[in-house]
């Protein structure tokens, strides 16, 4: 059974910096293609970053230089490091896979995590 588990959000003033997980279960991590969403109540998902089953990643303009993806694959977990936080930033953020490239490319993965609560104050 796949399953998804984010964690490492949490409060933190702006210009600070959290780093969140995403640890995957029934299934290889580097077998699948992953991504990290942020969803703000009211507004659509917003996608931040994919990664592809060759580590090929794909950063958001807005995201990029500020938030960096990676993954452990002995601990077939993934990582999104945030600096710079901003109180925009503040989401609930998500964590997806899926074994298909097709299927990362649409961004409609199969599986999604329950999300982890990011509050970025001024």
């Known amino acids: 059974q796949v399953k998804l588990v984010e964690s490492g959000g949490g409060s933190v003033q702006a210009g600070g910096s959290l780093r969140l997980s995403c640890a995957a279960s029934?299934?290889?991590?580097?077998?699948?293609?992953m991504a990290w969403y942020r969803q703000v109540p009211g507004k659509a998902r917003e996608k931040i970053v994919s990664?592809?089953?060759?580590?090929?990643?794909a950063y958001i303009d807005s995201m990029k230089g500020r938030f960096t993806v990676s993954q452990d694959n002995a601990k077939n977990t993934l990582y999104l490091q945030m600096n710079s936080l901003k109180p925009d930033d503040t989401a609930m953020y998500y964590c997806?896979?899926?074994?298909?490239?097709?299927?990362?490319?649409?961004?409609?993965?199969?599986?999604w995590g329950q999300g982890t609560q990011v509050t970025v104050s001024s």
């Open positions: 997806a896979a899926a074994r298909s490239r097709v299927v990362c490319a649409t961004g409609r993965y199969n599986f």
């Open positions: 029934g299934f290889t991590l580097s077998t699948y293609c």
């Open positions: 990664i592809d089953m060759d580590g090929t990643t």
